[in-house]
């Protein structure tokens, strides 16, 4: 069975810290796919990033930075000079490399940034 | 924007009836996929249809279904509603199969069984 755990909750921080948005999973394929999402209050899900198991390298997108630890099993997201437009809740999910689609989704940290 | 629009976006129904919620996939999209979202929880898989068949479910009652037609557009049908259905229903579509594939999320159609 597939996890993904997100441990913090909620988390609040003042416009312009760096904040880091921690996320573990669990799978017993050597194949998958790891994905962040960001859903702000519309619902919508938006796509940010997605890392294939074979790709350990890191990734910065701007502001944003993925570190992914296979050794530990983590995916961890950090957001640089936060602004309050990055508030919303985030989403790490976990996918097999199968034809169903399936996205495992952790519970979600809410980020709070205040001005 | 994803291209992904639901129908309705808001809804309220009593204990025991039926719903059912619609879901336009992006040009081209011929997968679309359901997921359930409960208030300050993470989405959870129902199904998926690809090219208008049943294509994985996820751990959801019978009482969940869905259609896929022609032109890819999608539907869920919720039966004999519990007040435990309240939620976010969320539609995403993507094209073909296979793990790599970036899925493009609706807005969502929120669902209050009273």
């Known amino acids: 069975a597939q996890k993904v755990t997100q441990a913090q909750t909620e988390i609040s921080v003042v416009e312009k810290e760096d904040v880091t948005l921690d996320c573990v999973y669990e799978?017993?394929?050597?194949?998958?796919?790891l994905f962040w999402y960001k859903q702000p209050p519309s619902g919508e899900l938006v796509f940010l990033i997605r890392?294939?198991?074979?790709?350990?390298q890191n990734e910065i997108s701007g502001r944003y930075s993925w570190n992914f630890q296979k050794s530990t099993s983590s995916f961890n997201f950090t957001i640089t000079a936060s602004q309050v437009v990055d508030s919303a809740v985030y989403f790490c999910?976990?996918?097999?490399?199968?034809?169903?689609?399936?996205?495992?989704f952790g519970s979600g940290t809410r980020l709070q940034v205040q001005p | 924007e994803t291209g992904v629009t639901q129908s309705p976006t808001h809804l309220i129904k009593t204990r025991g009836q039926q719903v059912t919620l619609r879901c336009s996939s992006q040009?081209?999209?011929?997968?679309v996929s359901w997921y359930q979202q409960a208030l300050g929880q993470g989405p959870q898989f129902i199904f998926q249809?690809?090219?208008?068949?049943?294509?994985g479910r996820g751990n959801f009652p019978p009482r969940f279904s869905g259609l896929q037609f022609p032109n890819y557009s999608s539907e869920l049908n919720v039966n004999a509603l519990e007040l435990d259905d309240s939620a976010l229903y969320l539609c995403?579509?993507?094209?073909?199969?296979?793990?790599?594939?970036?899925?493009?999320f609706g807005e969502g159609s929120r669902l209050t069984v009273l």
């Open positions: 890392r294939n198991s074979f790709d350990e």
């Open positions: 799978t017993r394929d050597t194949t998958y796919y």
């Open positions: 995403a579509s993507s094209l073909g199969l296979g793990g790599s594939g970036e899925l493009f």
């Open positions: 040009s081209g999209h011929n997968t």
């Open positions: 999910a976990l996918r097999q490399d199968t034809g169903r689609r399936a996205l495992t």
């Open positions: 249809y690809y090219r208008e068949e049943e294509n």
